[in-house]
């Protein structure tokens, strides 16, 4: 069975107690894992490279339409201010999820955030985040 892509959502916590919301005017959301690994050769490899991974790198990227109000989503001035974060205070925690089942979380900083607008389509925003520290995965074991 395919995953409808509504049913996937990112979602940064906010506030204190943490809320997790994702940003209003969603289109699309994009993961990426990439392996980090790391190259080896020893006389004992009789001349074949040995590669093990040492870790991975995790980006997410949030694309949407600018929404400047919502009551239940982060809105686009809200991510300008996240990210003009420095410090600790530049570092948030994270969900993403399918229907609040399988879910990986985290901590991310936001690496970039760009604004698109035309003079004759709504104007658009794209966020890319990075992992920082070790995700984790919780699985769901219901289905």
Not at 75 to 82: A, V
């Given at each position: 069975m395919a995953l409808a892509g509504y049913n996937i959502?990112?979602?940064?916590?906010?506030?204190?107690?943490?809320?997790?919301?994702?940003?209003?005017?969603?289109?699309q959301d994009d993961l990426t894992i990439a392996a980090r690994t790391r190259e080896r050769l020893t006389k004992d490899d009789a001349g074949a490279t040995q590669v093990a991974v040492v870790?991975?790198?995790?980006?997410?990227?949030?694309t949407g339409l600018v929404e400047l109000t919502?009551?239940?989503?982060?809105?686009?001035?809200?991510?300008?201010?996240?990210?003009l974060q420095?410090?600790?205070n530049a570092v948030f925690d994270f969900q993403y999820a399918t229907n609040g089942n399988d879910m990986l979380?985290?901590?991310?900083?936001?690496?970039?955030?760009?604004?698109?607008?035309?003079?004759?389509d709504d104007a658009t925003l794209t966020v890319d985040f990075r992992v920082v520290g070790?995700?984790?995965?919780?699985?769901d074991t219901t289905d």
């Open positions: 959502a990112f979602k940064i916590g906010v506030g204190s107690p943490k809320v997790y919301k994702t940003f209003a005017g969603r289109t870790g991975q790198d995790v980006t997410f990227r949030a919502s009551s239940t989503a982060i809105t686009r001035d809200q991510l300008i201010g996240f990210a420095a410090g600790a979380s985290g901590s991310c900083v936001i690496t970039n955030l760009s604004e698109s607008s035309n003079a004759s070790a995700p984790t995965f919780d699985e």
